[in-house]
C-alpha cells in the first residue's frame, strides 16, 4: 500500500459452522457487535477488505475504492469503526490472510464469545486444591476461568486466558440488567396490583345489585367471598398463562436482537408465574371484595351506592 506498512489482520466475518448437529455462525460480526461498518462487510470467501477508520481517513480511502496490497488489487468494501487497535489496520477474510502469508489453515490465535457467569471469590479459586465435589461445581459454572480451563483441555498444547477487562465489564452489565429486570418486575407487579384494585373494584360497584340480591336469598359473607375469590383465581390463571406464553416468545425475540441468542424460558416456570399472577390478584381484590360483602342488601337492590 504505497510502501507503509500497515497490520494485516485475518478473521471470519460470518462464518456458518457445524457442531454435531447444532449449526452455528460465528465471525467478527457476532463476537463483536459494536464493530461498524461504513459500507458493506466482506463475504469470507471473498478477496475484499476493510479498512480502518483512522487508516482510512489519512489515506483518503472510501468503500468502493480498490487498493494494492502485496501488488494486486482488492476492493474496499467498507471503512471500519471499533475505537480500538483496528482503527489503524486492515481487516480481510481469513483464507486472504493466509494466502498473503504463504500459511494455509494457520492461525495465531483464536477468540471465544461466550456468556458468562459474574466473577466471585469461588471463581478465583484454584481447581487442583479443591474437594471432588466442589471442583465439579467450579468446572460445571459458566466462569471465564472455567471456560478457559476447558478450552486448554480441550485444544492440546494451547494455552487459554480470559481478557479479563472484556469478562469483568461484561459481568458488570450483566449485573446491572438483572438489577434493571428486578426493579422493573417490582414496578409491573406493583402497578398490577394497583390495576387489579382498580379494575375489581369497578366491578363490584356495578354488580352491587347482584350481591344485594344474593345476600337478600340468605348468602353470607363466607360464601360471597368464596364466589368471587374464586372468579378472582380462574381471570389470573388465565392471565397467568397468556402472559407466560407472551413473555416467551418476547423474550426469545429480543434475545435475539439484543443477545444473538435465543432466551430458554423453562416450562417449571409457569406454576411459579400463575402464583404470582394469582397472588397479587388476591391482594389487589382483597379490599374490594370486603367491601363488596358488606353491602346493605336493601340500599344495593335500589341501585344505592
Not at 38 to 62: F, M, Y
Not at 101 to 119: D, I, N
Not at 183 to 205: H, K, P, Q, Y
Request: aromatic share 8%.
Amino acid at each position: 500500500m504505497g510502501g507503509n506498512e500497515v497490520t494485516f489482520v485475518g478473521t471470519y466475518f460470518s462464518k456458518p459452522l457445524k457442531f454435531g448437529t447444532q449449526d452455528f455462525t460465528t465471525g467478527a460480526r457476532t463476537a463483536f457487535p459494536w464493530w461498524k461498518v461504513s459500507g458493506t462487510w466482506p463475504a469470507d470467501d471473498s478477496e475484499d477488505v476493510l479498512v480502518g477508520e483512522k487508516l482510512a481517513t489519512r489515506s483518503a480511502i472510501q468503500p468502493g475504492q480498490v487498493m494494492d496490497i502485496n501488488g494486486k488489487p482488492h476492493l474496499v468494501s467498507g471503512v471500519l469503526s471499533t475505537g480500538g487497535a483496528e482503527d489503524d489496520q486492515i481487516i480481510a477474510p481469513l483464507s486472504l490472510a493466509q494466502a498473503l502469508a504463504g500459511k494455509p489453515g494457520a492461525v495465531r490465535k483464536v477468540l471465544v464469545s461466550a456468556v458468562t457467569k459474574p466473577e466471585d471469590a469461588f471463581a478465583r479459586r484454584n481447581p487442583d486444591s479443591l474437594s471432588a465435589a466442589d471442583r465439579d461445581r467450579w468446572y460445571c459454572s459458566a466462569y471465564p476461568q472455567s471456560i478457559a480451563y476447558q478450552l486448554s483441555e480441550a485444544i492440546p498444547h494451547s494455552h487459554a486466558e480470559q481478557i479479563r477487562q472484556v469478562a469483568q465489564n461484561e459481568g458488570n452489565v450483566l449485573s446491572r440488567i438483572k438489577g434493571l429486570m428486578l426493579l422493573i418486575t417490582l414496578a409491573a407487579l406493583f402497578t398490577s396490583g394497583l390495576a387489579v384494585s382498580a379494575a375489581m373494584a369497578t366491578a363490584m360497584f356495578e354488580r352491587r345489585t347482584e350481591v344485594g340480591l344474593m345476600k337478600a336469598l340468605g348468602a353470607g359473607q363466607f360464601t360471597l367471598s368464596a364466589i368471587f375469590i374464586t372468579e378472582a383465581v380462574l381471570l389470573a390463571c388465565g392471565g397467568g398463562l397468556v402472559g407466560f406464553v407472551s413473555g416467551g416468545w418476547l423474550a426469545r425475540g429480543l434475545g435475539r436482537a439484543i443477545f444473538g441468542s435465543a432466551i430458554a424460558v423453562e416450562p417449571v416456570l409457569l406454576p411459579v408465574i400463575l402464583g404470582i399472577a394469582i397472588g397479587v390478584t388476591s391482594i389487589g381484590s382483597a379490599a374490594a371484595i370486603r367491601r363488596a360483602v358488606k353491602y346493605d342488601p336493601v340500599r344495593a337492590l335500589r341501585g344505592e351506592a
